[in-house]
């Protein structure tokens, strides 16, 4: 047949030396091995395995001689046992070829697919011999061991070890299905992945629908784990560790374990997880303690960061770490844009005027915070350094600065730190409360049952827009009042002034308008952020399916402009703080930024690995970050189009983002239900919040940047402390006379809430899709309401 010869190629040396004459006295299977290990490099394995080989007894070795010399493997016998690899056109979650028996002839019947001689040219080196050997307890028992290992290391240790398992569970899962034990695979997915699915549940539930090595071979995922290098990143004496057990097998083991991880069962599953970690594993070792470093750090590092770390064009040297990359880039100018001083003079003039009509003595101190102090270390932009914009500032400009000021005369303070060390029952708890935590306004959605992909609320909150899968956009009035457009039959010529304009308002209307004109979904909605709290806004943008991004003027009722360019849906929209220009993310993995005036983009953001779900002016319109299936959120320049900082540490997808109103931090969030403080100077993690138990769609920072509220799938709103110091509560001390209780622990092991978790608002059955806080620190939450049968 076609495909036997390239199998016999692929591993001349084993098939061969079988073929042609038996093992005799030196070429037993240990020999080969030894062979093999030695010819990839792999010195210590090889060290160990020679030590093992000469410390056995003569008999043994003679028996071990005789029973490894294994028979000549037919070409037959081969395509038998490959035949496993062919899918049924039909059913594509089963095999076309049922009985081992019939394999030949039915396979000279379908004319050798080329699926089964693809599968048989990409045989490694290892030989036939090897793939029909193997055995798929091995990898069950080489996971159940290192688990344990792991579980049984000391609590200095775990932090830093933890993040190997999953690299490891997934190749060997990916190892079972391409190698056409599916059965042994899902018995494997369902023991192990449970310890997992906390940070990786995406990844997880993606891995469960790869079930035949067809699915392996053509996905994307699967592909990037067997050709990069996953990095781990561990100190060195932890790294010293590992190395110990992988090769000896001690250390680690559980309490009661007796003689440990000994035995042929446990050498064959240390040497399983010793082939990942040879060939698909690249470890950072640090010559920093695990003490010196914090538990949530180890992660920062890991990964396939190979492909995902921008590089230089021209240089010669490949960076692999985000923070050597990040300072390689400089500093950013990350403070408050500079305002114009014709607009601050104006706006002054204006504060003036009215102290004096409202007889106002404390109206004076207003004046300050227009001319707001620097932060040191924050580097403020000039003028020249913003996005081009209109050179004259008009009325809303002036009255927008102006309710700028009286929001932050008016603002609640909230001040998260009056709950530090105080005892939730004790008197003053109310009190401290009342002066930590926001108010909540929740808006819930009904009667959606196809979906509500996206809400949003305008910066004067008199409006809020929900965008349905039905491909349409309604809006509601907030303060009651009606929504009126244009009507259609009046005279261009007939507009003079304001008066006549309002002439030709539709005499009717409603609170709630729809809005027809995309033909997909609507996921992102964003209002222009023009007249600030001023005013009503005067456009709405709009993300779709359908691949367009659309303006509505919110003056006609209609859509003005569709601006095409994505090849792909567009998962998110935002204007930027200017109000000039807006950014779009979408699944054809580059972000765009346009302007109102022009159908094609200005710039194109791209370097992502995967879709860019999300995107986030920072508040001087200097920088863009994005957010992506790629488990990474970039900060791209927005005029150069280049990339200034990575942020790696995130397990699973970004969802959404959220910059800091006094610019200096970036939240993240996304599948693997970790919030993460990025500190945007340096590039570095400040902390990870965890306690959502599903899905974040939404952050939001108070005017102070004090704190952060989030919603997400698990039908809770929740407060965070951005200043506090974080990280998962001390365990308590469950010894009860001598001995462990678990009643005690049990709370403490399932709990994954850091101590910066201020407080939780849960919902009856309502997803929060979107949290706002206004300019005076209200706090607005919307959602749809799900149905028992939704869920």
Excluded at 275 to 289: A, G, I, M
Excluded at 478 to 493: H, I, P, T, V
Aim: aromatic content about 8%.
């Amino acid at each position: 047949m076609s495909g036997t010869p390239v199998a016999s190629t692929q591993s001349p040396d084993p098939a061969s030396a079988a073929t042609q004459e038996p093992p005799q006295n030196g070429l037993g299977i240990d020999q080969l091995v030894l062979q093999y290990l030695r010819s990839r490099g792999h010195t210590a394995a090889e060290k160990a395995l020679q030590e093992s080989v000469e410390s056995g007894s003569p008999d043994d070795k003679g028996k071990s001689s005789e029973s490894t010399a294994s028979p000549a493997i037919s070409s037959e016998e081969l395509i038998r046992k490959l035949a496993v690899f062919a899918q049924k056109p039909s059913r594509p979650g089963e095999n076309i070829l049922k009985e081992t028996a019939n394999v030949l002839q039915e396979l000279a019947a379908m004319g050798n697919p080329s699926s089964i001689q693809n599968l048989i040219a990409s045989i490694g080196t290892l030989g036939a011999e090897d793939i029909l050997s193997l055995d798929p307890t091995d990898k069950t028992e080489g996971f159940r061991e290192l688990e344990a290992w792991v579980d049984g290391s000391l609590d200095m240790y775990r932090p830093e070890f933890r993040p190997i398992l999953f690299p490891i569970f997934v190749h060997f899962y990916l190892d079972l299905i391409q190698f056409g034990f599916k059965e042994a695979a899902l018995k494997f997915y369902t023991v192990f992945s449970p310890s997992l699915s906390a940070s990786h549940s995406s990844t997880l539930h993606h891995l469960s629908t790869l079930l035949l090595p067809a699915h392996v071979q053509n996905d994307e995922l699967a592909q990037r784990f067997r050709n990069e290098k996953y990095a781990v990143r561990m100190s060195r004496s932890g790294f010293g560790l590992l190395v110990g057990w992988l090769t000896e097998g001690v250390g680690g083991e559980a309490l009661g374990a007796g003689e440990g991880f000994s035995g042929e069962k446990g050498k064959r599953g240390r040497a399983a997880v010793m082939r990942v970690v040879n060939n698909h594993l690249r470890f950072d070792v640090t010559p920093s303690s695990s003490t010196a470093v914090s538990p949530y750090a180890w992660e920062e590092s890991t990964g396939l960061l190979s492909s995902i770390i921008p590089q230089t064009s021209g240089s010669s040297t490949i960076v692999t770490s985000a923070l050597t990359f990040n300072s390689s880039k400089g500093e950013l100018k990350l403070g408050q844009p500079p305002l114009p001083e014709e607009l601050r003079t104006e706006t002054e003039r204006v504060l003036r005027e009215q102290a004096m009509v409202d007889r106002d003595p404390a109206a004076h101190y207003d004046l300050q915070f227009l001319r707001p102090p620097a932060v040191a270390g924050v580097t403020a932009p000039s003028i020249s350094d913003l996005p081009p914009h209109p050179p004259a500032f008009k009325t809303i400009d002036v009255n927008r600065e102006v309710e700028k000021i009286r929001d932050a005369r008016k603002r609640i303070r909230l001040e998260p730190s009056a709950l530090h060390g105080l005892d939730a029952n004790s008197p003053q708890a109310a009190a401290a409360r009342s002066r930590a935590l926001p108010s909540i306004c929740c808006y819930t959605v009904h009667d959606a049952p196809e979906g509500v992909p996206s809400c949003t609320f305008s910066p004067d909150t008199s409006l809020m827009a929900a965008g349905f899968s039905e491909s349409y956009i309604r809006l509601w009035s907030l303060k009651g009042e009606k929504l009126r457009g244009m009507r259609s039959d009046f005279q261009s010529n007939a507009v003079r002034d304001a008066t006549s304009l309002k002439k030709i308002r539709e005499r009717g209307g409603t609170t709630t308008r729809k809005l027809i004109g995309h033909s997909g979904p609507v996921y992102s909605l964003s209002f222009d952020p023009l007249s600030g709290s001023a005013a009503p806004p005067k456009y709405l943008l709009s993300a779709s399916a359908d691949a367009t991004t659309r303006l509505w003027s919110l003056d006609t009722m209609t859509n003005v402009v569709a601006y095409r360019g994505h090849q792909n849906p567009v998962w998110d929209v935002q204007w930027s703080p200017m109000g000039i220009y807006f950014a779009t993310a979408s699944r054809d993995r580059t972000a765009r930024l346009w302007s109102t005036d022009r159908t094609s983009a200005l710039r194109i953001y791209a370097g992502h690995l995967s879709d860019v779900d999300c995107v986030r002016f920072h508040p001087n319109s200097l920088y863009l970050a994005t957010g992506s299936s790629d488990w990474t959120a970039r900060l791209w320049d927005v005029q150069r189009g280049s990339c200034v900082r990575v942020f790696v540490g995130h397990q699973g997808i970004v969802s959404t983002l959220a910059f800091s109103p006094d610019g200096r931090y970036l939240a993240s969030a996304g599948e693997d239900l970790a919030i993460n403080i990025w500190d945007i100077g340096s590039g570095r993690r400040i902390k990870k919040m965890t306690g959502h138990t599903a899905s974040i769609y939404s952050l939001a920072f108070s005017a102070e940047s004090t704190m952060l509220v989030s919603g997400g799938a698990d039908w809770t709103v929740r407060c965070w402390d951005v200043k506090g110091a974080g990280g998962l509560p001390a365990k308590r001390d469950g010894m009860v006379n001598g001995f462990g209780s678990e009643s005690a622990n049990a709370k403490d092991e399932e709990s994954s809430e850091t101590t910066d978790l201020m407080a939780t608002f849960p919902t009856k059955r309502t997803p929060i899709i979107d949290v706002h806080f206004t300019p005076r620190n209200l706090c607005l939450v919307v959602g749809p309401h799900l149905s028992p049968e939704q869920r």
